[in-house]
């Protein structure tokens, strides 16, 4: 929680955890166009192929590389007018946005492009942004827990959305229990006031806030870094795209890569867009999460290290698969290969910054 923003916007922002984990994410009308210039051509006359893009929340350094492929002018020169439709809790779906036309490409989660097979929705992840998860276990500073398995009979605040995603890898390999379970209604107090007491979060945020409300620097888990690997804060849009207008895929997920690399290296530009469609972000939230996306590896880690941001693996799509299989969150006969395709990533790191 971001102890800076008004009550209701506190909780909209945390609730983003719900949203965005199992195809529960909605879209709010705000919109910022590619084009800033009010002095720039317009899409007709000058060429560029208009695209939106659905975001998973509101406007926050998580979506920086997209809101800086605009600021600063590299979708242009991808051809592409990119428009973003940001995230909130008005609407409806993510999935349903994508596959009524709303919009073009949506950012969306490992999981649930599985799911989405699953349920026979013809949708396909064509780059993966974010090489870890940042959902996070937070505890008390104590000398007693060293490691995630040491939270085993502790309770533990989360959502429902964690009996979906999470919750049953901590209950197969770290032996914890549903009666360690306690509703999470997207505030630290109750977490605060119970030293022996975890909750969930996300690591870019939660932390924060925890730190400015509880004055004390909390213990952080990346459930990432113990065994927890889908691939999140994805590319994803219908499969017929991908088979009429393979290009303009490409175009897209070029741009947006460049953009998250540009995004990291000088993020002012990016910022200004993020604060502009969400003027209740604070500069200090903006460069604590920046800095965590990097302390932990969320976005250059793994195979992208060599083969670029957004880069995927059939290896790693096989082992999400088979974790959801074994803690019973999908069923074995899923054709799970119909929920991504490596055709647009692993270019390499040299390919981006050229």
């Known amino acids: 929680m971001n102890p800076f923003l008004p009550s209701s916007a506190t909780i909209n922002r945390l609730t983003r955890r719900n949203f965005i984990q199992y195809s529960s994410i909605y879209i709010a009308s705000s919109l910022i166009a590619a084009c800033t210039n009010n002095n720039q051509p317009s899409t007709k ?15 926050q350094a998580e979506h920086g590389g997209f809101y800086q492929a605009i600021a600063t002018g590299i979708y242009k020169d991808y051809g592409l007018d990119v428009t973003i439709k940001m995230g909130g809790p008005q609407v409806g779906s993510g999935t349903q946005l994508l596959m009524g036309g709303a919009v073009d490409f949506f950012m969306g989660y490992g999981i649930d492009a599985i799911n989405a097979i699953a349920q026979g929705i013809p949708k396909i992840t064509v ?27 502790k309770p533990i605040y989360v959502s429902a959305s964690a009996n979906i995603t999470y919750w049953p890898l901590l209950e197969a390999k770290y032996g914890f229990t549903d009666d360690q379970k306690r509703p999470y209604n997207f505030n630290p107090a109750p977490f605060l006031t119970d030293k022996n007491s975890a909750q969930q979060g996300y690591v870019t945020s939660e ?20 065994g927890y690997q889908p691939y999140a804060t994805t590319i994803e ?3 017929e795209l991908v088979d009429k207008n393979p290009e303009l895929v490409q175009r897209f997920v070029d741009a947006s890569i460049k953009g998250w690399y540009s995004y990291l290296e000088n993020p002012q530009p990016g910022n200004q867009l993020i604060k502009k469609d969400n003027p209740e972000m604070t500069d200090e939230q903006l460069a604590y999460s920046i800095q965590k996306l990097n302390e932990y590896k969320i976005i250059i880690s793994d195979i992208g290290e060599e083969q670029g941001i957004g880069a995927m693996s059939n290896e790693r799509w096989k082992s999400l698969f088979d974790s959801m299989v074994d803690t019973n969150i999908s069923q074995p006969n899923v054709n799970y290969q119909q929920a991504y ?12 910054k050229k």
Not at 207 to 226: H, M, N, R, S, T
């Open 127 to 153: 780059a993966a942004i974010f090489q870890k998860d940042p959902w996070c276990l937070i505890a008390h500073p104590n000398t007693a827990i060293k490691t995630l398995a040491d939270l085993k009979g």
């Open 207 to 226: 932390p924060f806030a925890i730190e400015k409300q509880g004055g004390f620097e909390p213990l952080v888990f990346l459930l990432a870094d113990y």
């Open 45 to 59: 006359s000058s060429g560029l192929e208009k695209v939106t893009f659905g975001t998973n929340w509101i406007a």
């Open 237 to 239: 849009t219908k499969k």
């Open 341 to 352: 395709t490596l055709q647009f990533v692993n270019k390499g790191v040299g390919y981006y």
